[in-house]
């Protein structure tokens, strides 16, 4: 039987501007899902149904051309809006209602969209999965016993289970794109500068992108061109390089889907020299059958061996951890975060001006090694994650050094990117024989969404990823 959720985010605002479906029937849908399903996947944090049904009554005087009117989103729990608790998935915050919304918010509101609530978010978003001791754990639709991966995990689990049409998220060292793939999804992470807005809290070394999780690419460009600054606006870092053919929309080139190009595959990390990395069988399984694919469409693939990188891990580890020790914590808040974020903050606060200085000097060497490493191809083919999703509890929630560890063992093919800068899309090609998603990551150039965007709309209409769904999609 057909409902609402079946449609795309790109038929759904098609719908409401045809006048199919008014944005209050199409909020009232979503929240009677969530009120339905969401006790069991843990997607939300927060939902606020009174105000996104006045939200969804205000959006039929807005003009109609606004690139989300009418459409239903949520705020990830680390983005305040004025007048609703912001806990930022912390018990530290427990009651806090800012006076002020974060830019990002306001980004999304001028767009035409209306806010059902706040997804869940590990606390200040630092691990990369999301089971906050302030909430519920986000759930994988696919398997309740599994993860969701983070920190945008609630996010993901809404979209993959359509309590939610598509979800923006912010991405530090891999938060888009780690649940994106564990939940069947399309994630991706812009280039650094492309999406100024951001939360109220900052970001060292300019590693926090906002970003799409979506069940298409197309829908992934549609919440980008809505959350991408407007062109001579944004950072030198996101201008369109001359092979990028011009700078239209997102959507469009998602759309389209056009283009032969020159790619590369690499397993190598740089936390390799650090940590004893394995790759599952189903993340190999993954990137075989993407290449294959991807051959077959005509592009050229070469393996590229990238060298070792012995200063990345303790590069990397310095400024997670000083951008811990930046968090509005005095005394009586610090005695309520978990232990993961207390260990990332005294290890923060140790640290010496000297010492930071040096991580960050080192990661912008890395960032120039990466960037001309990367250059003669038009996109780099890695495993999306290491292996397949982790189950709830998986992670030591008392031991600060062996939780980031399993961590790095999980996703070490994220964080490079948001070191870097580049853009970087996941895209959930193949499910393993247990039926759990497993995907690819595709790594562009400087300002190279749309190519990454037009590769994945190739492939998804090869692998038809847009029709495979978790149980609680037909529920």
């Known amino acids: 039987m057909f409902e609402l959720h079946h449609l795309t985010a790109v038929e759904q605002l098609d719908w409401l501007r045809r006048g199919e479906v008014t944005a209050r029937e199409l909020v009232e849908h979503y929240l009677a899902r969530i009120a339905r399903l969401d006790p069991e996947l843990g997607a939300f944090a927060l939902v606020d149904a009174d105000a996104a049904l006045r939200r969804s009554d205000e959006v039929a005087a ?3 051309a606004l690139a989300l009117w009418g459409l239903p989103l949520a705020d990830k729990a680390l983005l305040a809006r004025a007048g609703r608790e912001t806990t930022f998935g912390s018990r530290a915050f ?13 980004v999304l509101d001028g767009a ?37 991966g983070g920190s945008s995990g609630g996010a993901a689990v809404a979209v993959a289970a359509g309590l939610l049409p598509v979800a923006p998220g912010s991405d530090g060292g891999g938060s888009i794109r780690i649940p994106a793939a564990a939940t069947g999804l399309v994630g991706l992470k812009p280039s650094r500068g492309r999406v ?102 005509g592009h050229g693939v070469e393996e590229l061996r990238v060298p070792d990188e012995p200063g990345y891990a303790s590069a990397f580890r310095a400024i997670w951890q000083a951008g811990a020790a930046t968090l509005p914590l005095d005394d009586d808040r610090l005695a309520l975060v978990e232990p993961l974020t207390r260990w990332l903050v005294d290890q923060g606060r140790a640290l010496g001006a000297r010492e930071l200085g040096e991580a960050l000097d080192w990661l912008a060497g890395f960032e120039r090694r990466t960037i001309a490493r990367f250059a003669p191809y038009d996109a780099v ?44 899309i996941t895209l959930p090609v193949s499910v393993t024989d247990d039926g759990l998603p497993m995907g690819v990551q595709l790594v562009g150039r400087p300002g190279g969404e749309r190519t990454l965007l037009a590769i994945g709309a190739q492939l998804e209409r090869r692998l038809g990823w847009q029709r495979r769904h978790p149980p609680a999609w037909s529920a």
């Open 62 to 64: 807005l003009p109609h």
């Open 94 to 106: 427990a009651g806090f209602v800012p006076e002020e919304s974060d830019e990002l918010v306001s």
């Open 112 to 148: 035409g969209a209306v806010s059902l609530g706040a997804t869940a978010s590990p606390e200040f978003g630092f691990p990369s999965y999301t089971e906050p001791l302030a909430g519920r754990p986000a759930r994988n639709p696919y398997d309740l016993a599994l993860g969701a």
């Open 196 to 297: 100024p807005a951001a939360s109220g809290f900052s970001s060292l070394a300019g590693l926090v992108q906002a970003g799409p999780l979506a069940r298409t690419v197309a829908d992934a460009g549609l919440l980008l061109d809505a959350l991408a600054a407007p062109p001579g606006t944004r950072a030198s870092w996101a201008t369109v390089p001359p092979n990028e053919g011009g700078d239209g929309p997102f959507l469009a080139a998602a759309t389209r889907g056009e283009g032969r190009f020159q790619l590369a595959v690499t397993f190598d990390s740089p936390w390799a020299t650090a940590y004893e990395l394995t790759i599952d069988p189903g993340a190999r399984a993954a990137v075989e059958l993407a290449l294959a694919e991807l051959d077959a469409l």
């Open 381 to 424: 083919v890695t495993p999306a994650l290491a292996l397949t999703p982790r189950p709830v509890g998986w992670y030591d929630a008392d031991d600060g050094e062996e939780n980031f560890a399993q961590q790095v063992r999980y996703t070490p093919f994220t964080s490079f990117v948001n070191v870097s800068g580049l853009p970087a």
